[in-house]
């Protein structure tokens, strides 16, 4: 099975620009999570949606980003203004919903950086 | 809050044995995931616990005292590929957290 894709891979933008991700998670994949990775330290759940509903978004800087899962498939997740400290990888995930346990899927991430 | 501990780095030779600790302090728990991230790339899945024990998958086993609130992963025969970091994740309901990783390095 295809697995989750985004895109694009690298960004690089200046500071007080705007840049948005885009996510196509695995099919029939019911959650998707976007996640920021800042160098050296582990994922940050940014937002995470339940088809096209926002079930938890507490961490997201909601004055400069924002997400949208529209039809419950594809996401994309947007900056405006981006600030040097954004600079991160930014991963999408996804997974099914299979009892209790269920495990992540990333997708290859978007490499950005904010000069 | 919730603080998950790891090893910011370590270092083995192939076809050795070495164990990644993780201890976490969260307010809630459902399991315990270990995924392995190499340099430019994605995580992918390894392991999880949900109940004290040890689970073994190949190479690789993964142990959760959820009384200590403590994991390892353990990994045998250390190839040079293994060279990645090891990343714990605890799940709180429907969230993961996850710990800054383990960087491995594996020398010939």
């Known amino acids: 099975e295809a697995g989750v894709a985004q895109s694009p891979r690298y960004k690089i933008i200046e500071k007080r620009q705007s840049v948005a991700f885009w996510c196509n998670p695995i099919?029939?994949?019911?959650?998707l999570y976007w996640y920021q990775q800042i160098l050296g330290q582990g994922p940050k759940l940014l937002i995470q949606?339940?088809?096209?509903?926002?079930?938890?978004d507490s961490q997201l800087p909601k004055d400069r980003f924002s997400a949208e899962r529209l039809k419950g498939v594809d996401s994309t997740l947007k900056i405006q203004p981006a600030k040097l400290e954004d600079s991160a990888v930014y991963l999408c995930?996804?997974?099914?919903?299979?009892?209790?346990?269920?495990?992540?899927?990333f997708g290859p991430g978007t490499r950005l950086t904010v000069t | 809050g919730q603080n998950i501990d790891q090893p910011t780095e370590m270092t083995a030779t192939e076809g050795a044995i070495v164990q990644i600790n993780c201890t976490y302090q969260?307010?809630?728990?459902?399991?315990l995931f270990w995924y392995q991230q190499h340099a430019g790339e994605a995580p992918t899945f390894l392991s999880y616990?949900?109940?004290?024990g040890l689970e073994e998958k190949g190479r690789f086993s993964s142990f959760l005292s959820r009384s200590k609130g403590y994991s390892y992963l353990l990994l045998k025969e250390l190839q040079m590929k293994d060279s990645a970091s090891y990343l714990c994740?605890?799940?709180?309901?429907?969230?993961?957290?996850f710990g800054s990783g383990t960087k491995l390095n594996v020398k010939p």
């Open positions: 099919s029939g994949h019911a959650t």
């Open positions: 994740a605890v799940k709180n309901f429907n969230k993961f957290y």
């Open positions: 949606f339940q088809n096209n509903g926002v079930v938890d």
């Open positions: 969260t307010s809630g728990f459902n399991g």
């Open positions: 995930a996804s997974s099914p919903i299979t009892g209790q346990i269920y495990e992540q899927y």
């Open positions: 616990n949900v109940l004290d």
